[in-house]
């Protein structure tokens, strides 16, 4: 059982504080914010209507800014606290930035009783093409996979 | 099985020409298109090495792009082509963008072969909290379902 501390209480109650002023601004109920060595490197909220951004959420809005604060596409050595679970789309950008850990408060299961589909799309991911609601049609192409080979054989290539 | 129309190997060639191109810029190996109606309302490729931004894939580009040009944040009876099988990040936002049918044509396995992680993030988002490789943990808290409770008697709130 991880013993929750002091530090950690406070800055997952930033979040949360992000979320109410979020409604407060005409966004949705969400906020997170970025720490790096204990610092707040970045803060926000979901603003996907304000912004007409379907992808505007908390965390992927905190992600972009803590990257152009530090100048890097890798957040090693960053946490992120979120005021509630990250949908998939969240948490797969969490892993591409390379954040050390989560914090979060809210459940995807609160966000269900609310109106979200983050568990409805949660179970989308781990189905197979065919089983899907939205169809997945592949068009195979040499063209395509022509491409990925110029890439793997690219000698100053920057891996992400 | 699907029967792939002359159109649609048209339009996925155009994303597979944004893939090209976009290691010719210096970006990574992936493009992206979005159709309304048989027409291509954004294109984009993948930028995150030269933006420093991990959310910057050409889904997530392609889907802000079209977004800012129909002035909403609901795709709905829009299509995506992409180069690549999206990897749960982007699929997460196809999800939430409503878009009615993803186009694909190099896969995730293809995508692992070259270095890429989307594999390795499909099988982390279908793990427990307790068996990912990020260490996710909660912070209950009374006043973070206050939030949700309070969006949720908010009368005039957009759904999306």
Not at 9 to 31: D, Q, V
Not at 88 to 111: H, Q, V
Not at 128 to 138: L, T
Request: hydrophobic share 35%; glycine share 4%.
């Amino acid at each position: 059982m991880y013993k929750i501390q002091e530090k950690e209480k406070k800055f997952i109650l930033k979040a949360i504080k992000l979320s109410r002023k979020s409604i407060e601004n005409g966004g949705g109920p969400f906020g997170a914010i970025i720490v790096k060595d204990n610092k707040i490197i970045s803060k926000a909220s979901n603003n996907v209507t304000k912004n007409n951004d379907p992808t505007a959420h908390a965390e992927i809005n905190a992600i972009r800014e803590a990257c152009k604060f530090l100048n890097t596409f890798d957040l090693s050595g960053c946490e992120i606290y979120t005021s509630c679970e990250p949908c998939p789309m969240c948490l797969g950008a969490i892993y591409w930035a390379r954040l050390d850990k989560i914090y979060f408060s809210n459940t995807k299961k609160d966000a269900k009783n609310i109106g979200f589909d983050d568990s409805f799309i949660y179970k989308e991911i781990a189905l197979i093409h065919s089983e899907r609601k939205i169809q997945n049609i592949q068009i195979s192409s040499n063209e395509a996979i022509k491409v990925f080979n110029e890439w793997n054989e690219k000698k100053d290539k920057i891996r992400y």
